[in-house]
């Protein structure tokens, strides 16, 4: 079985632009989580989803980030504008029933 | 506030001893527990969880649980090279909660 999957797998911007980060989890699983990896802080939740619907948004740093879900096989991260601070690895992964979470392989994302 | 609290490391240990790693947890709450292994660049991969006091095994891992002390351990006999890793233990609250996850452990493998 296909695992999580997200898209690009890198990225580099420049300051301003907008960053738009995609993923699909595995197939049957309701529950869809958003993280954020640096050094400094570690592994964060950003957001995170059960079936199609935003549970938990307190992780999202500021309104410049927005996440959506339009259905149970795609999701979206948008970073908008990006800055500097945001460089980062950002995950998407998913779960059924919320319990053992599945990580993709990452966007790597390096704001310049 | 949830806090998972991992030593950073780096745990260096040669190739065939026990690598010990450990975790305390904030939240009296929190009902079961993860290990995850993070090569450098690369995503999570659950390694174990466990939710019961006691050990739990599986192959050359073991986890440990002690609810009453809010510490989770993660040994690995026979540590290998292919071990070096960072090793996240994270915690989860009651059914359907996210995972808070600690900052990770390196552990080093020497040949």
């Known amino acids: 079985d296909a695992g999580v999957i997200q898209s690009p797998r890198h990225e580099v911007t420049e300051m301003g632009q907008e960053v738009t980060l995609r993923c699909k989890p595995i197939s049957g699983h309701d529950y869809l989580f958003w993280y954020r990896q640096t050094m400094m802080r570690g592994l964060e939740l950003l957001i995170y989803?059960?079936?199609?619907?935003?549970?938990?948004d307190s992780g999202m740093p500021e309104d410049r980030f927005s996440a959506k879900m339009p259905n149970a096989s795609f999701s979206t991260l948008k970073i908008q504008p990006s800055e500097p601070r945001d460089s980062a690895v950002y995950f998407c992964a998913s779960s059924l029933n919320g319990n053992t979470i599945y990580f993709g392989e990452g966007s790597w994302l390096t704001v310049v | 506030q949830k806090e998972v609290e991992q030593n950073s490391g780096p745990l260096s240990v040669p190739e065939g001893a026990i690598a010990s790693l450990n975790c305390t947890y904030s939240?009296?709450?929190?009902?079961?527990f993860f290990w995850y292994r993070q090569y450098s660049g690369k995503s999570p991969e659950l390694i174990m969880f466990?939710?019961?006091?006691g050990d739990k095994e599986d192959g050359r891992f073991t986890a440990q649980l002690n609810k009453a002390s809010q510490y989770v351990s993660l040994l690995i006999r026979d540590s290998q090279p292919s071990d070096s890793a960072t090793y996240l233990c994270?915690?989860?609250?009651?059914?359907?909660?996210?995972?808070?996850f600690g900052k990770g452990t390196m552990l080093l493998v020497s040949p």
């Open positions: 466990i939710y019961s006091n």
């Open positions: 989803f059960n079936n199609n619907v935003p549970i938990d």
């Open positions: 939240d009296r709450g929190s009902q079961s």
């Open positions: 994270a915690a989860k609250g009651r059914e359907y909660s996210t995972l808070t």
